[in-house]
């Protein structure tokens, strides 16, 4: 009859080392040679720590040439690296901010990471400052009454 065997009992050398080999993953190519764009496993971890999004400022804007064509780039306060503006929330933006890029430095924006059919990457929503609403304005009445 084969001894059974509790939990004070240690596992064999050979089961331990399986084990072992299979908690280790491979190296993963974003963490092994990083970069200055946040990629997909970036902002799988800005999604588990900022589940609704963040907020963030415009510190920069740039504009990287690539074979395949072009891409804008924003540097965000507070982050090492380049998130991508998308088409979408480049449209979104520029009808905020207006069309002028430059104007859109020092801009507060929200940041939601997403996963996409493609891939991760996020959606950069403009936050708009109360100067930037026409709500303020007053209509003053006329003086003249209109028969």
């Keep these: 009859m084969a001894k059974k065997r509790t939990s004070r009992q240690k596992a064999s050398p050979k089961s331990a080392n399986r084990k072992s080999a ?8 974003s963490e092994e040679f990083g970069g200055e764009f946040y990629a997909s496993d970036d902002w799988k971890a800005l999604k588990k720590k900022h589940p609704g999004g963040f907020e963030a400022t415009l510190e920069d804007l740039e ?3 690539w074979d395949d064509g072009s891409a804008w780039y ?7 690296k380049l998130a991508k503006i998308n088409r979408p929330s480049g449209r979104v933006l520029a009808e905020v901010f207006g069309n002028d890029m430059n104007s859109w430095k020092g801009r507060r924006v929200h940041v939601t990471p997403m996963n996409y059919n493609t891939g991760w990457g996020a959606v950069i929503d403009p936050i708009e400052d109360e100067d930037d609403t026409d709500d ?4 003053e009445e006329d003086d003249e009454d209109i028969d």
């Design 22 to 29: 299979k908690s280790k993953s491979s190296p993963k190519a």
């Design 136 to 139: 303020d304005v007053t209509l």
């Design 63 to 65: 504009k990287k040439e």
């Design 74 to 80: 924003a540097q965000l306060e507070g982050h090492e």
